[in-house]
């Protein structure tokens, strides 16, 4: 700590590491490097006997450790500080940051804007507009903004055609729990005709052709420069604890509070959050088909009824089963809530795929059903 300031510790899975100022960064950039702290140090893997074992998280370079602690004291670079170990839990601390009430929080993912204060031609509202989702509910349910600028502190893994996996370019929905914002997922921006397919570049900052089809009836193919071209639809933000919180958890809280809809406080538990978004609160994602026990315990602790609402297909079938296996543990403590599995309507994929017509149909049904 005398030497590149204060430490943050992190258990991980490939070992204990040491999160501390880059040497290069803190040259190249100045001290904000002292609170960033892009320096990973391995230390199991220094103990085992290898003394390169300290990369730089944001250029890449590597140290031995030796050279580390031969480098001169920060005080006598005229540099002072308040020596402090913070210790962390498996994230990596490199994907953490302080939030304003001092709490350790994902990394945001870069400068964004929200979704319903940009003008009509934007390409997020032309995203969703196509969808036929409404802005102002999905600012409400998930403070849902565009990304137009991405964290340069995180690595972006390249795709085809200059693409990356990266929050710019993308729909934002972040997550909070009690207050706090937990977790992040970006939606990537897609649209079609009747004969290509179409995304958002997100430097390029234009919709791109990636894959054409013969017919509407036939599959489609990718472009040439695109083979193989399969992204994420989804990125969650690093440091996203996945199965340990809920996206649109507190605005169904405050559905509840804030009115008196209800006698009964219900939620209605789907996949992603666009299934979410096509009604609003209290619906509630869960970032994808898995389901934890506290996820199940974070529910129960705010709701007496959940209405589940599986994907309609195979594999929503299985993760209907693991949600309610979930839940029915839950209910063994003694502290259990009410569940109740609802089936979309016939060839209907997902809640997201529903018109706001057919989703207003299909929550009279749940409401029917609560009450």
Not at 66 to 83: A, C, H, N, Q, Y
Not at 100 to 121: F, N, Q, R
Not at 334 to 353: E, F, I, R
Request: net charge negative; hydrophobic share 35%.
């Amino acid at each position: 700590m005398l030497i590149h300031g204060s430490i943050r510790l992190a258990r991980e899975r490939n070992g204990l590491h040491f999160y501390l100022a880059c040497p290069e960064c803190l040259e190249d950039y100045g001290e904000v490097e002292l609170d960033k702290k892009h320096l990973a140090v391995n230390v199991e893997r220094y103990f085992s006997g290898l003394d390169r074992s300290a990369q730089c998280m944001k250029h890449g370079g590597s140290f031995n450790v030796t050279d580390l602690v031969s480098m001169p004291r920060l005080s006598e670079r005229g540099i002072e500080f308040k020596p402090e170990i913070l210790e962390l839990d498996s994230i990596p601390a490199h994907y953490l940051e302080r939030d304003e009430a001092g709490h350790w929080i994902p990394k945001s993912p870069g400068l964004t804007i929200p979704v319903h204060i940009v003008p009509p031609d934007h390409p997020a509202r032309v995203y969703l507009g196509l969808r036929q989702y409404d802005v102002n509910v999905l600012w409400n349910q998930f403070q849902c903004s565009f990304c137009y600028k991405e964290n340069s502190d995180v690595f972006y893994r390249g795709l085809s055609g200059g693409f990356k996996v990266t929050s710019q370019g993308r729909v934002i929905f972040f997550a909070y729990v009690k207050g706090v914002r937990v977790g992040w997922q970006a939606r990537i921006l897609e649209g079609e005709d009747e004969e290509c397919k179409f995304y958002y570049h997100p430097y390029r900052k234009d919709w791109v052709p990636v894959m054409t089809r013969e017919t509407v009836n036939s599959p489609w193919v990718p472009m040439e420069g695109f083979e193989g071209w399969d992204p994420a639809k989804y990125f969650t933000g690093h440091g996203t604890r996945r199965n340990s919180i809920l996206l649109g958890f507190d605005a169904a809280v405050s559905y509840h509070q804030n009115t008196d809809r209800c006698a009964t406080r219900w939620c209605a538990l789907v996949e992603g959050p666009l299934d979410a978004g096509r009604f609003g609160p209290p619906f509630i994602a869960m970032m994808g088909k898995s389901f934890s026990q506290e996820q199940a315990n974070l529910i129960c602790s705010e709701f007496d009824h959940v209405i589940l609402i599986p994907d309609n297909d195979q594999a929503g079938k299985q993760s209907k089963d693991s949600v309610l296996m979930q839940f029915a543990q839950h209910s063994n403590t003694g502290k259990g809530t009410k569940v109740t599995c609802m089936d979309l309507p016939p060839n209907t994929k997902d809640p997201g795929a529903l018109s706001p017509k057919e989703a207003d149909s299909f929550l009279q049904i749940i409401k029917n059903q609560i009450l």
